[in-house]
């Protein structure tokens, strides 16, 4: 689930045979989990409850194309495809006051079954997503998610994962039109999902400390490097090299605010330079 993303997911055409055997190969998983399929929850609980109220919203919004989007398609590329597929996995936290501890816990444990559950690898594992929905929060529901996902969300970049904060206070803009909110859920959650080319923006913000986009960077060049296009290759080793010269330009302030502007120049020369290397390497 990655919504205002470009990168559209074609079919697979082996998806169909693939979502049949994720009935019986997750099965375990999602009991020890207590997920459910989208297509469950629409089944067997009541519209207004809040799994069902989640599932509603990712059909009528996600799915859909919308005005405001700045782009055709649905806002979520990959959801139509993933509601087809029955990709798309639910689990509830009632608690009104998570314990910190517990739910470091539980965020793990939910990242360890995506993981496991089918399908793992090709082309329809990008359209499978673990939604951990947050019904009783209350007012500060959405301050809590926000912190539940800036303290794990770097353990998950390192495993090629991303999680996604939702809520109806989101403030991050749609990539095209800073006043269309895509983020913005019914129901409190996180999602759990595969990173994918088009989350370069979101692992570059200058929000960010210089050390964590570093970090974002690598993992997302690591993971994805071979097959980026080339743009996106050239701006994820540009916004490197700029968060690692950052790095650097504190490292010597800290140690000589004088030497830190002699260098200034001579290290964005080696940004350059690198930069050029790696679309060099690139052509190769």
């Known amino acids: 689930m990655s919504p205002d993303n470009d990168s559209f997911q074609l079919p697979d055409p082996d998806a169909a045979m693939m979502a049949g055997r994720t009935h019986v190969e997750s099965a375990g998983a999602a009991a020890r989990g ?6 469950d929850v ?3 609980q009541h519209a207004s409850a809040p799994l069902p109220t989640i599932v509603s919203w990712v059909r009528e919004f996600l799915a859909q194309p919308h005005p405001n989007l700045g782009r055709t398609g649905p806002v979520c590329p990959f959801t139509p ?12 936290v009632v608690d009104p006051d998570p314990d910190p501890e517990r739910m470091a816990e539980l965020i793990a444990h939910y990242r360890d079954l995506f993981l496991e ?3 793992r690898s090709g082309a329809a594992a ?8 947050f019904p009783n929060l209350g007012p500060d529901g959405a301050s809590v998610v926000d912190r539940i996902q800036a303290e794990h969300k770097g353990g998950f970049v390192e495993l090629g994962l991303m999680l996604g904060e939702f809520h109806a206070r989101n403030a991050s803009p749609g990539l095209r039109n800073p006043d269309f909110f895509p983020l913005r859920s019914p129901v409190p959650m996180l999602a759990i999902r595969h990173m994918v080319e088009s989350d370069l923006p979101f692992l570059r913000r200058d929000i960010d400390a210089p050390e964590v986009r570093a970090a974002y960077l690598r993992s997302y060049l690591r993971r994805l490097g071979p097959n980026l296009r080339r743009n996106n290759f050239e701006q994820a080793i540009e916004a490197l090299v700029e968060a690692e010269l950052q790095l650097r330009l504190r490292g010597l302030q800290s140690e000589s605010p ?6 200034r120049p001579v290290a964005r020369a080696n940004a350059r330079s690198a ?4 679309g060099t390497a690139l052509d190769d």
């Open 117 to 119: 559950i089918e399908p």
């Open 81 to 92: 495809l993933a509601l087809g597929l029955d990709t798309i996995w639910l689990t509830e």
């Open 258 to 263: 004088r030497l830190s502007a002699v260098s």
């Open 34 to 39: 207590q997920l459910l399929r989208a297509s």
């Open 275 to 278: 930069r050029s290397t790696a």
């Open 126 to 133: 990008v359209n499978k997503s673990i939604l951990i929905v």
């Open 42 to 44: 629409e089944r067997n």
